[in-house]
């Protein structure tokens, strides 16, 4: 079965710190998908970044980075020079491509992120 | 990324009735989800909507209480019946586009739903 675990639940930081967001999981499956959403105060879920397990290559998106280690089971999500727009809920998700037709995502539990200006 | 529109976006209901919550999509999708997210909770899969064929549900959830609708491959509705306090949550609707990677999915702005 799989899993996916953010054990912080909540983390503040001050504008302009970096901040790490952990996220480790959890399959038995060979082939993947790990994926980060945000959830801001408005409830909407925005699609962040999906990696697939045979890429381990990090990824930069502006302040946005994402360190994929499978030796350690870790999808961990970087906010450099963190922004109170930041300020959201931040949610780590998997999907493996053996769970069939539905290929549904099963999410963390979510980790409130509150950038303080 | 796919446009995903959902109706309505918050209601506040009476224990015992019911409310079907409308998603539409601005394009033809393969995959469309329904979850449930319980106040300050993570997000939990109600079922997968199927076009052309009944829904198939998560362990815990079942169609008498969580009926799903999919006539096309645009729309999907689905409705909470006998509805309790216990069902206030945001439902969100998800679609994996066609043509894409079943593994890359949208959320639409989700229903708040209260229940007195």
């Known amino acids: 079965a799989q899993k996916v675990t953010q054990a912080q639940t909540e983390i503040s930081v001050v504008e302009k710190e970096d901040v790490t967001l952990d996220c480790v999981y959890e399959t038995r499956d060979t082939t993947y998908y790990l994926f980060w959403y945000k959830q801001p105060p408005s409830g909407e879920l925005v699609f962040l970044i999906r990696?697939?397990?045979?890429?381990?290559q990090n990824e930069i998106s502006g302040r946005y980075s994402w360190n994929f280690q499978k030796s350690t089971s870790s999808f961990n999500f970087t906010i450099t020079a963190s922004q109170v727009v930041d300020s959201a809920v931040y949610f780590c998700?998997?999907?493996?491509?053996?769970?069939?037709?539905?290929?549904?995502?099963?999410f963390g539990s979510g980790t409130q992120l509150t950038v303080l200006p | 990324s796919a446009v995903i529109s959902q109706k309505p976006s918050r209601d506040i209901c009476q224990r015992g009735t019911s409310l079907t919550i409308q998603c539409q999509v601005d394009?033809?999708?393969?995959?469309m989800f329904w979850y449930r997210q319980q106040p300050g909770q993570s997000l939990t899969l109600i079922a997968t909507?199927?076009?052309?064929?009944?829904?198939?549900?998560e362990s815990g959830f079942v169609i008498d209480k969580f009926p799903i609708s999919r006539p096309n491959l645009t729309f999907s509705t689905l409705t909470v019946s006998n509805m309790s306090p216990e069902d206030s949550s945001i439902y969100l609707c998800?679609?994996?586009?066609?043509?894409?990677?079943?593994?890359?999915?949208?959320f639409g702005p989700g229903t708040r739903l209260t229940v007195l």
């Open positions: 990696r697939n397990s045979f890429d381990e």
């Open positions: 998700a998997l999907s493996e491509e053996a769970s069939g037709s539905a290929r549904q995502l099963t």
């Open positions: 394009s033809q999708v393969t995959m």
């Open positions: 909507a199927n076009q052309g064929s009944e829904a198939t549900y």
């Open positions: 998800s679609v994996s586009p066609q043509g894409r990677s079943y593994n890359e999915q949208f």
